[in-house]
Structures are given as structure tokens and as C-alpha cells.
Nanobody
Framework: QVQLVESGGGLVQPGGSLRLSCAAS????????MGWYRQAPGKQRELVAT???????SYADSVKGRYTIDRDNAKNTVYLQINTLKPEATDVYYC???????????????WGQGTLVTVSS
């Protein structure tokens, strides 16, 4: 089994910053892409940012310039730095990864349990 565990969420004042972390553990041969998604109550989960193992990065247009994704391949960990937080950033943030558990196997999509970010004064 592969697990993703997020951390770093919480209550932040508008204009503040925070850094989310997501660590993958278990039987892992290779992680191709890792990413962050967010979901508000009653709405669909939407992409925030992704980063491939080679470093290619993609951001949702709505977060470009304020969100930064990076990863530590040696630690199987992906991060999301969020600056200048706005109240509309209040969501549950989910980590996602495409994981191969064995050479020659395909990639399995794995989700974390989510971490709540609340932006409020």
C-alpha cells in the first residue's frame, strides 16, 4: 500500500502565508507526478498545481504568482507554498501522486486525506 499524508494546514490571516507538505510512504518504486488539488464544500475538486519527477510544473491560472509547488524526490515529498492568502483560498487541500510500486508496473493514482486551510481574520 501507498499512503500520502498531508500537513501544514490551519487557520491563517488574510495576507499571510503557509506551506503544505505531503509525504508518500509505503512500497514505492517511482513517483511520476505529484500535485495539489482543492475542494470547497459542495464543489468539485480542482487542480491547483502539479510537478513531474523531472521538474515540469503546471499551475491553475487562478494561483499563478502566489502558489509555488516543489518536491523532494529523495523524500517522496511534495510541498505547496501559498503566499498572500485570501479568504477565497479557504478549502480542503488534497495531495495526489502517480505511483509505481514495482518496475514494469503501471502507475497508481493515490490521494491523501486532505488538510483544511482556513483564511480568516
Amino acid at each position: 500500500q501507498v499512503q500520502l499524508v498531508e500537513s501544514g494546514g490551519g487557520l491563517v490571516q488574510p495576507g499571510g502565508s503557509l506551506r503544505l507538505s505531503c509525504a508518500a510512504s509505503g512500497i514505492i518504486f517511482n513517483i511520476y507526478a505529484m500535485g495539489w488539488y482543492r475542494q470547497a464544500p459542495g464543489k468539485q475538486r480542482e487542480l491547483v498545481a502539479t510537478i513531474a519527477s523531472g521538474g515540469d510544473i503546471s499551475y491553475a491560472d487562478s494561483v499563478k504568482g502566489r502558489y509555488t509547488i516543489d518536491r523532494d524526490n529523495a523524500k517522496n515529498t511534495v510541498y505547496l507554498q501559498i503566499n498572500t492568502l485570501k479568504p477565497e483560498a479557504t478549502d480542503v487541500y488534497y495531495c495526489n501522486a502517480a505511483v509505481s510500486r514495482c518496475p514494469g508496473w503501471g502507475y497508481l493514482e493515490v490521494w491523501g486525506q486532505g488538510t483544511l486551510v482556513t483564511v480568516s481574520s
